[in-house]
């Protein structure tokens, strides 16, 4: 997601498109779905990666050819020219960063020593008419580089303005091939080439950034948004207020809203408030129940909450033992029949509300079992479920663990002997089932699922240092620790150099 300087600190925070964006985030917060902060600890660790992404600001430069002539008491005048400029040997010394509240980043790249060789032409009298000489040289330099970048939110997208940036030269000391030339000369070339690079060097290094800083923001900005979609279920995340920044953190406050076919959800009464999250972790992902909802809704309707279970692995399910007797046509039909099969789907849009117990959800669960390769199912049952449930992820897996508050079966028959269940063991036994088999194995797919979709965006590349996902009241609150995923870097830096 997807730096190190300057890029990654702003930008993973910066994840969005937005159409607009309301001045005051206090008054954005009912529209808020989903919340990013990063905190000075992040800024820390994305910090270290600052000196790649100035090196690859250096590298890409493209620096332009420079003319220039001089009139000359005694010569006459004297046309020179700069071609050729490349940058050889960098390094960066060190990298410092500072958030600067309610105003921006500032960013302190010292020590970037490079070699900067090009070619030299001059001529006496006409440039055009007299080319006379080509010289080759070289400059030893030595720059400390700033920026304080501002976050803001314009053009549709949160961006990073990174036109406050200077470059202070240490040493600029340059080599001459050859030392043919009279000193009058040199000092002449060692004047305005000095004077040329600095102002190249300068003009070209800063653009550079800002472009940089405009990849980096559009690339984070397209994995997250990728991040969120799946087949027709996509999330925009377009930002909702411009981020905020204090002297530890940098927050960004996004829509969260389920697109699916042609349908947009709306998010206007969520419970955020940012005394709800703290500063002691890296890396903090608040998500509203507003934003669950409707997602979970698209899932349903897209037909994602079903599971076909069969044969051993459906003989295998129903060994557990139950309190109840199993009735005597499932028994024959797991025991006798060859390919017994088990079809369960949610038959209602689930509904889910968290508070510090976990995420309540309520459903409607119906199921048919099918035996002997019939096409009537044997048994067909609707069940009501209310059940707490809380996550975890742990060994990049995501885990899920369920506490049942209530299962009713508010129908079941037989449609092959077309009869309705009335015995109440008959019925104990099915909610029994579902309760100790169907919610168990229903989970243990979601969370293979789930995991699943995360990684296929790339979540298992993530170093995620002891993450804990905190259900609080409407909303839940995921927070962990992060080595920066050098793989982005990688990715974002190999995309701007194509
Ligand atoms: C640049 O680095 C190369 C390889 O490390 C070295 O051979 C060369 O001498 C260096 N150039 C200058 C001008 O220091
Ligand atoms: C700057 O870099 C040079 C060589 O790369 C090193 O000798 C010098 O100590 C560094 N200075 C600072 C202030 O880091
Ligand atoms: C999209 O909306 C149009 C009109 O509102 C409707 O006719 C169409 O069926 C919808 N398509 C889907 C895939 O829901
Ligand atoms: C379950 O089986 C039915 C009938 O074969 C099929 O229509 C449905 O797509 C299957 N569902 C899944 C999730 O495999
Ligand atoms: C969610 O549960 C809380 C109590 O835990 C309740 O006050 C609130 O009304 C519920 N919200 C909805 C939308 O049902």
Redesign the pocket.
Known sequence: MPGDFLPPLLLLALFGLTRACLQDPASAYRFTGTVCRLTYPAAVVLNEKTTKVIEAAFQHAKYPSMQGEKSLLFVGKVSYGLDNLEIHNLSIGRSQFELFPGKGIGLEISNVSAIFKGTLQYGYGSWLVNVAQTLDFEIDSQIDLGINPKLYCGKGKVAADTSDCYLTFHKLRLHLQGDKQPNWLKKLFTDFITFTVKLVIKGQICKEINKLADILADFIQDTAAHFLTDGDISVDIGVTAAPVITANYIESYHKGLTNYKNTTSVIDNSAFHPSQLTEDRMLYLWFSDELFNPLIAAAHQDGRF???ISSNELTELFKMSLSSATPEYIEQCLAETATPEL?VWSSSVPFVNTSTMGTAVWGQASGELFCGGQSTPTLSFITDVYVDVKASYADKKLLLHSKVNEISVINAELPSQNKQVYDESEIEFIREAVEKIGIPKVLSVLEVEITRLMDKQGANLFDIINPEVLPRDGFVLTQMDFGFPHHLLVDFLKRTLQ
């Open positions: 079903q599971l076909n079809r």
